[in-house]
Nanobody
């Protein structure tokens, strides 16, 4: 059983930056594809970014390309999401997810989830 704990959310003004972290325990971290998803109030959970087990491949939603960067430190069992040039529409609960079967854009295919961290961007 893999446990994921996110941190780093908060309130930031538009144009600002935040870095989210997600620490994993209970599994061999490098085996897992890690993803970041977000869910705004009243909306479905959506893909933000994902990274392969080695960190060699990264994928982004079009809405965050060039502003967000996903990375991982396998020695620390941690995945990060650096968020720059934040916009009010980035406001959401951000979740990290893990799966060892493949890299997916569909949140329904991820087996393990964190509890989420709130990101609020004020205009």
């Amino acid at each position: 059983q893999v446990q994921l704990v996110e941190s780093g959310g908060g309130l930031v003004q538009a144009g600002g930056s935040l870095r989210l972290s997600c620490v994993a325990s209970g599994g061999t971290f490098s085996r897992f594809v890690m993803g970041w998803f977000r869910q705004a109030a009243g909306k479905e959970r959506e893909f933000v970014a994902a990274i392969s087990g080695s960190g060699g491949r990264t994928y982004y939603a079009d809405s965050v390309k060039g502003r967000f960067a996903i990375s991982r430190d396998n020695a620390k069992s941690t995945v990060y999401l650096q968020m720059n040039s934040l916009k009010p529409e980035d406001t959401a609960v951000y979740y990290c997810a893990a799966d060892d079967r493949g890299l997916y854009y569909d949140p329904r295919l991820y087996e393990y989830w964190g509890q989420g961290t709130q990101v609020t961007v004020s205009s």
